[in-house]
């Protein structure tokens, strides 16, 4: 199975999941990672089922702009099947060929990404290429690095080798890719790396 239909078919579960009551508390708490500004440009990237929609336009409101972008059309589905404001657009696309054009975003947002993607250097540097100079690139996970590295070692053939990479080796990739000012936190509950593009 592609790692494609893998999220897709995941789809349903991973929006299951995030149904609990508190996780919109939880994840605007979280959200304060993102530094958010109001009118910031913003691409969410690999955004799953859109669950970040409502807390990055509660920040940005109506003069932002967010794109919402998924490779899986299972989870992306489901985003655009919620409510959402017109400033809030849906786009299939892989971070490693992103159709943007250049310089377009004030940030970009990686939340429970990066892991997952297969060619980690290429996708940085499109990040890097679509943010504005100075914009931020966030990379976030609502857990540390290794009670994720376990939990994707368990998830069976398709995702289990999808480590999040070494501090070290992150600094390189982000540096590599033109990136600077990178700050990694890395604790049980959080991981959390900015770059400035
Ligand atoms: C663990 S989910 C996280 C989804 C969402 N960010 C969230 O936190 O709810 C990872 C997402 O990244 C997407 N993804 C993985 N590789 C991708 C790629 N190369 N291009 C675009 N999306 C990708 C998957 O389809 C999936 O929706």
Same mark, same amino acid.
């Given at each position: ?8 078919? $995941? ?17 605007? /708490? ?21 669950? *970040? ?30 409510? /959402? ?7 299939? +696309? ?16 990686? *939340?429970?990404? $990066? ?21 931020? $690139? ?13 939990? /994707? ?18 600094? +390189? $990739?982000?540096?590599?890719? +033109? ?19």
């Amino acid at each position: 199975m592609t790692k494609r239909d893998f999220f897709s078919h $995941l789809s349903a579960s991973w929006e299951d999941r995030h149904q609990e009551p508190g996780e919109l508390e939880r994840l605007r /708490h979280f959200s304060r990672h993102f530094r958010l500004q109001p009118g910031e440009r913003v691409l969410d990237a690999g955004c799953g089922c859109g669950r *970040l929609v409502p807390v990055i336009c509660e920040a940005i409101g109506a003069n932002g702009r967010l794109v919402e972008l998924d490779f899986a059309p299972g989870m992306l589905a489901i985003g655009r099947g919620k409510p /959402h404001a017109d400033n809030v657009f849906f786009v299939l +696309g892989d971070v490693h060929r992103l159709r943007l054009p250049d310089n377009g975003f004030d940030k970009v947002i990686a *939340l429970a990404l $990066l892991p997952h993607i297969d060619d980690k250097e290429v996708a940085l540097r499109e990040f890097r290429r679509v943010l504005r100079p100075g914009g931020l $690139l966030v990379i976030a996970h609502q857990m540390g690095r290794e009670a994720l590295d376990r939990l /994707h070692n368990q998830g069976g053939d398709v995702i289990q080798s999808d480590l999040l990479p070494e501090r070290a080796a992150l600094a +390189g $990739l982000l540096a590599d890719a +033109g990136f600077s000012d990178v700050e990694i936190l890395d604790e049980p509950d959080q991981y959390i790396a900015w770059a400035r593009a």
